[in-house]
DNA sequence: AGCTTTAGTTTATTGCCTGAACTATATGGG
DNA sequence: CCCATATAGTTCAGGCAATAAACTAAAGCT
């Protein structure tokens, strides 16, 4: 049979393999193992070695270069009843990278072990709307370097971390192309500034898909492939497939927001007609509703919303009722073109599932059926820091992956 | 900054690297270099050293063991003016696959040497609308027997195989999950009685993908992302990004045809509402243009409605509009999902394309303003071919991408 | 105490890439 | 015609990484 070649090769690309490349995918291998076990278990030498293939000789060696790169340590023992002990190994809780992000009313920071665990957080508020980034990023800098040294102060490293920006990113370039909520666009960032000297540096994503790969690692489904909807002022959407973020080519897939749901329907701030945002976005909401959202705050009208639902009053309902059979509609169409079946819903659409979920499901077995069972929508479980944590976790899980960025 | 590892690791998967891997790697990417020269121009190993960044030793190793297994062959000189000449290294046109196909109307199969060029192709009609699948495939059985002994007298040895068939398939089991054209479903196939003792054995694919593929090696631009439309009776797609084939994680993306267009439309025959194919498969547009296609064969059909058009018949006219204006919405919401920017018009949309192009442009603006700029829909280049030529143009890809297959 | 069992290390071997030296084969000038 | 120059391709020593097998270490069991 035709199949692409396992493992290791798989290239086509453009740069020649060496033999010190066998040696980076094995420290990766090692590592992603060491990774995966869950917290409180430790893996011993010889359990690496069976569970990666590699022999006793080899996962030692690269066990070693972990150690001293600091990425790992050894702890405690590990007794098998017969025999000697091995020795266990986990990821070194004394490393940490630093989630941080931006949003539309604050900025906020938090420092994550290496094993996910979340030590230190700070959020502050601030109006961020129709803001200019200079100030923005400079404030968020002296949050990031106090959080940063409360973790020293504890025997902490942060060695990289990762921001998440409500609005669309050139991750590579360190650039915010358009933050309609901030009054960003076409923004270059000083990513570097905000975590001075960390090895890893600090990258840039996405909110939506931040807390689609925070999705990933705290669903107690373990599923690998779902996508993640994320109801805030706008409806954005990540996807992942295969536990990998997937942005397409023009790296913005999943903006699940602006797919059509009424060929008929109202005018989108993107340009486009009919939108699922121009009917399930947080302000389109509140307007079906009779909830004016610019007097109140957000929050404040999210509360008069559920408060209306609770009183069973007919146009909350029925707004409620028509965003659930939109976003119905939509997923219904992901379904098709990426073959996906499952959803998480996350923002106001996992605040207002009660009410959503049975005219979501009812659209979904009208328009797609077979593709999605009940089961597989499902409400977020991280909740409002989702980006934070995501954007931490994807940094962590860049140098489980490449571990060799850290050996001398 | 966070990035993946380059070159050849990558894995984070199970297998164990060893150094045997980077040798895989590398003869990959030496035979890719060789594939990719334009045919007439032949690398010489030296080019390939300063191609690949290999140094002249490994090339000269590599190419040995390439030329052993009989994937390339040296052809004449390459003289560089000054110095001694290089010997040209080229795909070796003995060694050929074989692409097939089964459609509703007939069975084909055509044998592509290793630069792409087609040598022998033959088409044999036969009626498989509510078949069995036994027959059918012993029909194929003898055709390629009979094309691959043909080859075999001019001296071309047939090394593998790919089968293109109109539905949905599960490649790595050999199997046609449903297949509703040809009436067939879950159905297994013999694949290796096609080619019998073919070293590389024969590849599965679904029609549209395959089309795709071919489209990929024959773009006149290049493009390396882009959607197909396949327009047959039902409407499929074929995702390409990154010039791979994406399938989603259940293997079935890019069904553009079960986009929902139309909320209040239809029924389809996926069970769903408003799909697409509800208003632009062949079917759908004989009824609203008023043409009968159960009278006529599909082709007939087709003349009539082509006709019709030129006589600018109102009825015609409206129903071309109404798939061009739905085409557009389907698209617009692709865009989004994937973030794709570029489409290849095939099937029956090629052929209505002069009165397609307009109403479809006109509904991305409305629905996806600034996604798709007008040169970037455009009509297929290689025609009715395409599943037969993108069938066997993925299995060489494939072994060019994996050439120890071939190895001793 | 001695046997058994399991963990981890040491050592010899193999495979592959690299760099440098070397051979082979062309052009062009005296 | 011969030799300098330039480029192609091969040979050979060196280094790195994984492997297999032998060896050392540290427990439990009898």
Redesign the pocket.
């Known amino acids: 049979m035709v199949m692409p070649a396992p493992g290791v090769a798989g290239s086509g690309g453009s740069a020649?393999?060496?033999?010190?490349d066998?040696?980076r995918?094995?420290?990766a291998l090692v590592l992603g193992r060491i990774a995966e076990f869950p917290p409180g278990a430790h893996p011993?030498?010889?359990?690496?070695?069976?569970a990666t293939?590699?022999?006793?000789?080899?996962?030692?060696?690269?066990?070693?270069d972990l150690l001293d790169a600091g990425i790992i340590r050894e702890i405690g023992?590990?007794?098998?009843?017969?025999?000697?002990?091995?020795?266990?190994?986990e990821l070194n809780p004394g490393r940490a990278v630093m989630g941080m992000e931006v949003n539309v009313d604050y900025i906020s920071a938090a420092v994550v072990d290496l094993a996910g665990k979340v030590l230190l957080r700070e959020v502050q508020e601030r109006d961020n709307r129709n803001s200019v980034d200079g100030p923005v990023m400079a404030a968020l800098a002296v949050l990031a370097a106090r959080v940063r040294s409360a973790a020293g102060e504890r025997g902490v490293e942060v060695l990289g971390g990762g921001l998440a920006v409500p609005g669309l990113v050139d991750p590579a370039a360190a650039r915010v192309l358009t933050a309609p909520n901030l009054g960003w666009a076409g923004v270059d960032l000083d990513l570097g500034a905000l975590l001075p000297e960390a090895p890893l540096g600090v990258a840039l994503f996405n909110e939506a898909n931040a807390a689609a790969l925070a999705e990933l690692r705290h669903r107690p489904d373990g599923a690998s492939d779902f996508l993640f909807v994320s109801g805030e002022v706008g409806v954005g959407g990540g996807l992942v497939i295969g536990s990998e973020l997937f942005t397409g080519p023009g790296g913005h897939a999943g903006e699940v927001g602006h797919i059509v749901v009424d060929p008929d329907g109202a005018r989108c701030s993107c340009g486009g007609t009919g939108c699922l945002e121009t009917v399930a976005g947080q302000d389109a909401i509140f307007e079906a509703a009779g909830i004016g959202s610019v007097e109140h705050s957000r929050s404040a009208a999210m509360a008069k919303l559920l408060q209306a639902l609770d009183a069973r009053q007919p146009g909350a309902l029925a707004a409620v009722e028509r965003a659930g059979r939109c976003l119905g509609i939509a997923l219904a169409s992901t379904a098709r073109v990426v073959n996906i079946a499952s959803v998480v819903l996350g923002g106001h659409f996992a605040v207002l599932e009660p009410w959503l979920r049975s005219p979501l499901l009812q659209s979904l077995q009208k328009y797609a059926p077979g593709r999605y069972a009940s089961g597989q929508v499902s409400v977020s479980a991280v909740g409002e820091s989702g980006a934070l944590l995501g954007a931490a976790g994807s940094v962590i899980r860049s140098l489980v992956e490449a571990p060799h960025q850290l050996l001398s």
């Open positions: 020649p393999g060496s033999v010190g066998v040696r995918s094995n420290l011993s030498r010889a359990q690496l070695a069976a293939g590699l022999t006793k000789a080899s996962v030692s060696s690269l066990v070693l023992f590990n007794p098998q009843g017969r025999g000697r002990p091995g020795v266990g190994l």
